[in-house]
T-cell receptor, first 111, second 113 residues
Framework: LAKTTQPISMDSYEGQEVNITCSHN???????ITWYQQFPSQGPRFIIQ???TKVTNEVASLFIPADRKSSTLSLPRVSLSDTAVYYC????????????FGTGTRLTIIP | KAGVTQTPRYLIKTRGQQVTLSCSPISGHRSVSWYQQTPGQGLQFLFEYFSETQRNKGNFPGRFSGRQFSNSRSEMNVSTLELGDSALYLC????????????FGQGTRLTVV
């Protein structure tokens, strides 16, 4: 499985757009990029998944450049409730099979 | 649909004892995975079951075991508990229709004293 590198922590003010970048230089051809969100003492929650270009859902957007060696999770107009740890995962599109979580990015939203 | 349910939510055990944790997946989901989360090691994969068979296993000692029943409910067992086993144990389930998305329960907080 491809190793991922994310910033350990980020701070942002309420109402701003937040972009969290994940580096995955060794991504394989059949790998997808998936982001999860985790609040304290809760299980991670799926946010978004993509393979290339741009994916958008009701929660976030995911931007993936042509070389796929990095990806950016974009959270529009964040609120205090977006304070959480965000994990970038890279692997085959098999979902529940041995998800490999890195250290994640601890996002703190400031009022 | 009800989400993934884990019981109990909190547990305190003494070193040397054994413990069994339970996970009820989302109805219709046949894949169940277990993870251990600690401040020092983060989220680590324990094992995954599909249709009562263990399909994948992480790098944990044999004291950690699991099983899955015909109704997809799963249990994990830890024998001869050590202080380092104190952690949040998370269960996740997924369906064959949407395999790329895992749904996690709220976890069982195990404290070994």
């Amino acid at each position: 499985l491809a190793k991922t590198t994310q910033p350990i922590s980020m701070d942002s003010y309420e109402g701003q757009e937040v972009n969290i970048t994940c580096s995955h230089n060794n991504i394989a051809t059949n790998d997808y990029i998936t982001w999860y969100q985790q609040f304290p003492s809760q299980g991670p929650r799926f946010i978004i998944q993509g393979y290339k270009t741009k994916v958008t859902n009701e929660v976030a957007s995911l931007f993936i450049p042509a070389d796929r060696k990095s990806s950016t999770l974009s959270l529009p107009r964040v609120s205090l409730s977006d304070t959480a740890v965000y994990y970038c995962l890279v692997g085959p599109n098999f979902g529940n099979e041995k998800l490999t979580f890195g250290t994640g990015t601890r996002l703190t939203i400031i009022p | 649909k009800a989400g993934v349910t884990q019981t109990p939510r909190y547990l305190i055990k003494t070193r040397g004892q054994q413990v069994t944790l339970s996970c009820s997946p989302i109805s219709g989901h046949r894949s169940v995975s277990w993870y251990q989360q600690t401040p020092g090691q983060g989220l680590q994969f324990l094992f995954e079951y599909f249709s009562e068979t263990q399909r994948n296993k992480g790098n944990f000692p044999g004291r950690f075991s699991g099983r899955q029943f015909s109704n997809s409910r799963s249990e994990m067992n830890v024998s001869t508990l050590e202080l380092g086993d104190s952690a949040l144990y998370l269960c996740a389930s997924s369906s064959t229709d949407l395999p790329e998305r895992a749904f996690f329960g709220q976890g069982t907080r195990l404290t070994v004293v």
